[in-house]
T-cell receptor
Framework: KAGVTQTPRYLIKTRGQQVTLSCSPI?????VSWYQQTPGQGLQFLFEYFSETQRNKGNFPGRFSGRQFSNSRSEMNVSTLELGDSALYLC??????????????FGQGTRLTVV | DQQVKQNSPSLSVQEGRISILNCDYT??????FLWYKKYPAEGPTFLIS?????DKNEDGRFTVFLNKSAKHLSLHIVPSQPGDSAVYFCAARYGGATNKLIFGTGTLLAVQP
């Protein structure tokens, strides 16, 4: 069974640009969550999607957005990039169904560097 | 406000001995707790979870204990192996219709051969 796939693995962008990151969850999983990991803030929740709907949102500015497609694949977008957006972005996949799952499986992450 | 805390930034243990990693939380609304192992620049790997209605869950070398009255959980690894060396995160999930996880700051475990 394939795991969670995130693309690209590494990305370098310039301040002011925008970026789109992609996540393919484990087959059959309908819940996708996104997290940001930085040395100073640790792992912070960005948002969660379930059946194409945003189910929960963390405390991040509106420059951070996401969406989920009918095949459960998800994308997150960051507009007007700032240096502080440099981080490891992680996607987590859970079964979800009508009730929440007890396990969340993470992808390898996308390392975003803003210069 | 750090709702999930791992007060030990690092822990060093001899191979074959027990490793005990601790985690404290403040929010009594959490209904599930999870432990993850993480290497630098990689995603966290799920290890074990426990429901708030249980006090112990075991999976091979890993056992998680939950003390609800103290709002404290611990992960025991027995016996510890050099391959266990990594950063360990505990995470808590809110009750209700969400998979949102709140993570602790992590504990770096070093298992010495």
């Amino acid at each position: 069974k394939a795991g969670v796939t995130q693309t690209p693995r590494y990305l370098i962008k310039t301040r002011g640009q925008q970026v789109t990151l992609s996540c393919s969850p484990i087959s059959g999983h309908r819940s996708v969550s996104w997290y940001q990991q930085t040395p100073g803030q640790g792992l912070q929740f960005l948002f969660e999607y379930f059946s194409e709907t945003q189910r929960n949102k963390g405390n991040f500015p509106g420059r951070f957005s996401g969406r989920q497609f009918s095949n459960s694949r998800s994308e997150m977008n960051v507009s007007t990039l700032e240096l502080g957006d440099s981080a490891l972005y992680l996607c987590a996949s859970s079964k979800g169904r009508d009730r929440v799952s007890t396990e969340a499986f993470f992808g390898q992450g996308t390392r975003l560097t803003v210069v | 406000d750090q709702q999930v805390k791992q007060n030990s930034p690092s822990l060093s243990v001899q191979e074959g001995r027990i490793s005990i990693l601790n985690c404290d939380y403040t929010n009594s609304m959490f209904d599930y707790f999870l432990w993850y192992k993480k290497y630098p620049a990689e995603g966290p790997t799920f290890l074990i979870s426990i429901s708030s209605i249980k006090d112990k869950n075991e999976d091979g070398r890993f056992t998680v204990f939950l003390n609800k009255s103290a709002k404290h959980l611990s992960l025991h690894i027995v016996p510890s192996q050099p391959g266990d060396s990594a950063v360990y995160f505990c995470a808590a999930r809110y009750g209700g219709a969400t998979n949102k996880l709140i993570f602790g700051t992590g504990t770096l475990l070093a298992v010495q051969p």
